[in-house]
């Protein structure tokens, strides 16, 4: 197997502002594996608040030698010693863990939703991102969202309850927020989930800051909606851990080392009764597409990545019907533009 990569920068369509930053670019890498001329496609992204940097994933993948695997080993070989690399890393084993799937589909000439028995029919509707705006530009954002039948509503400042009454005043479909650890009094937290859901949001993401353990659990057990870790939840090891503090998790791909530790968290969550969001960085639809091929085993989606950038340089899985449906084609199904 021969591991290739380059650099390439996201551009945003619009700026995408959090509680805590706002920014027009995500700077990625993108990697190629080939085996006798079949090529498996990875991506990893990375938004400043990852660890991860362009620098260390060329570092991790310059690193990395892939040359000693050939035909005689299996798929779960390549991928044990992809994780044992590093403790860290998780963008770049994410990279390498979608372009091996992609690979594997492609020698094997299957979907990976179809080798993993998924329904297509099971996918939930993905959420579209609403970021924190003037009321102007979330009203004319709510009603260029009429394709969604779930919106994501970034809160955690001052406007918070603006927005949702904004939002609101152009549309009673379901939302769901994201607070990105903005609020730091669980009363002021609690006060707030509770006006929410009387608002019609159906989950919040990250409502308090991640190391704020106990008042979260607080919360958790008092919220009349589900309360999911984000900047809480990076990997498997985490897990245990997270289900005495929070109703459910966010899986992405970028944080959890790839469709192979994502498969064995969504069975492990399920065991604790965890709710799941498979989400996403802005990505291309490379990415994208590997999440996609799982999303039929998780309660909700949030794979809107790759349409809020304007240089996708791949195309695969498409928005039908509010949902992000893979590709019918071998591997992550996706082709470069
Ligand atoms: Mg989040």
Redesign the pocket.
């Known amino acids: 197997m021969k591991l290739t990569f380059r650099p390439y920068t996201l551009q945003l369509k619009e700026q995408f502002t959090l509680a805590t930053s706002s920014r027009n670019t995500t700077p990625a890498i993108l990697v190629e594996i080939e085996q006798d001329g079949v090529i498996g496609y990875g991506e990893a992204s990375l938004p400043p608040y990852l660890k991860d940097t362009q620098e260390s994933v060329s570092r991790f993948l310059s690193n990395l030698n892939l040359q000693q695997f050939c035909y005689s080993h299996t798929l779960d070989e390549v991928l044990d010693h992809l994780l044992k690399e590093s403790r860290d890393d998780s963008a770049a084993k994410a990279a390498v863990d979608i372009a091996l799937h992609d690979l594997y589909g492609k020698q094997h000439n299957v979907a990976l939703h179809k080798l993993w028995n998924c329904n297509l029919s099971a996918i939930p509707p993905t959420s579209y991102t609403i970021g924190i705006a003037s009321e102007e530009d979330i009203r004319r954002k709510t009603r260029d969202a009429d394709q969604f039948k779930l919106l994501k509503v970034k809160l955690g400042r001052d406007t918070d309850k603006m927005i949702i009454n904004t939002i609101r005043s152009v549309t009673d479909k379901p939302l769901c927020v994201?607070v990105?650890q903005g609020w730091t009094d669980k009363h002021h937290a609690l006060d707030m989930l509770q006006w929410c859901h009387e608002q019609g949001v159906v989950f919040a993401?990250?409502p308090m800051p991640a190391e704020m353990k106990n008042e979260i659990a607080w919360l958790t057990e008092r919220s009349p909606i589900p309360v999911i870790a984000?900047?809480a939840f990076q990997r498997l090891s985490d897990l245990d851990e997270m289900a005495g503090i929070y109703s459910g998790i966010?899986i992405k791909l970028m944080k959890c080392e790839g469709l192979g530790q994502a498969l064995k968290i969504i069975q492990e969550a399920r065991k604790k009764s965890m709710k799941i969001l498979l989400?996403c960085m802005t990505e291309t639809s490379c990415a994208i597409s590997a999440a996609s091929q799982i999303s039929s085993l998780v309660d909700w989606t949030?794979l809107d990545g790759a349409l809020l950038i304007s240089n996708d340089c791949f195309d695969g899985a498409k928005l039908s019907d509010g949902r992000i449906v893979p590709p019918d084609r071998p591997g992550i199904g996706v082709l470069p533009i």
């Open positions: 994201d990105n993401e990250q984000d900047e966010n989400g949030d």
